[in-house]
């Protein structure tokens, strides 16, 4: 049966940790004293996004799904803190949190560069590494940043970031309009992965249905990307897994050479898939999945 018509309609437990002073909630699968399994989403995203693998995955896996800083039902950064570091401190708290020493982790796009950051800068405690487009800018829109240089590209932050405060946030009048704009994003979606993705994405306000994520998290400031990346890559221990869509609009870094920075990696193509392999090609990423953890 395939991961998507699957009838398991077991539900994860909802759980709360701080860091930092933020409330981030997280996902618990159960089956305590099984190999931990963190799955991190992307920007702009959720943590239920995942429940189509943590469903097929669960029974040999403690899997974990949090809502990252500033998505989902975690609370919203009041100063906007969305550097990756962040993040990857606030991974690393809730590590500590659940009391595990290693564990496997699945990253998303954004949610990819946070588990680099913490694979490398704690190689002893990943075991197996997923990155899902999950490594970042390409060398092509990287050099374009370098052109533009750090102070034009941080007036254009600052700009944007000011842009936002003063526009009110989108609404959509149903809960239907949210949903037709998720199968916009992504047409590879199901209709019922579209609503399934809206319905945890969307909170009611008084004036309409509101993503739940703050509009700051996608204003990427330019320090994030100042350090150099490929040293992060470089200390990475663990094996890594990269996945590739064929219509993702990444590129594949085995073609474009971030991939050769890996100490030890896999890559697998997917072909008819775009960014969201885990939605677009769910049951064969799910078999990529077993096959390499």
């Not at 050099?143 to 936002?164: C, F, K, M, S, Y």
Request: glycine share 8%.
């Amino acid at each position: 049966m395939s991961a998507m018509a699957a009838s398991d309609e077991h539900q994860p437990v909802s759980r709360v940790f701080t860091s930092q002073g933020l409330d981030l909630h997280y996902l618990d699968w159960g089956n305590d004293g099984a190999p931990l399994l963190l799955l991190l989403h992307g920007s702009r995203d959720h943590a239920r996004s995942w429940d189509w693998t943590a469903r097929a995955l669960r029974h040999q896996w403690h899997v974990i799904a949090p809502d990252l800083r500033g998505h989902g039902d975690s609370d919203w950064s009041g100063d906007g803190a969305y550097l990756t570091v962040f993040h990857a401190l606030d991974i690393a708290v809730l590590i500590e949190t659940l009391g595990q020493r290693q564990l496997c982790i699945v990253g998303h796009s954004f949610g990819g560069g946070v588990a680099i950051r913490y694979a490398a800068i704690f190689p002893e405690r990943v075991r197996k590494l997923v990155l899902v487009d999950g490594l970042g800018p390409s060398p092509q829109v990287q050099a374009n940043w370098d052109r533009q240089g750090p102070v034009q590209r941080t007036r254009e932050w600052i700009d944007n970031r000011l842009a936002v405060g003063a526009r009110a946030q989108r609404r959509f009048a149903t809960l239907e309009e949210a949903v037709a704009r998720m199968a916009e994003a992504n047409r590879h979606l199901s209709e019922e992965q579209a609503r399934h993705l809206a319905v945890h994405g969307v909170r009611r306000h008084a004036d309409g249905f509101g993503w739940k994520y703050d509009p700051r998290v996608f204003i990427f400031a330019p320090d994030d990307f100042a350090l150099d990346s490929t040293a992060f890559w470089r200390a990475i221990a663990a094996p890594v897994l990269l996945c590739h869509g064929t219509e993702s609009w990444s590129t594949n870094a085995e073609e474009d050479g971030r991939a050769a920075h890996f100490r030890d990696r896999r890559t697998v193509v997917f072909e008819n898939a775009g960014h969201w392999i885990h939605h677009d090609r769910c049951d064969a990423f799910i078999a990529a999945l077993r096959d390499f953890l």
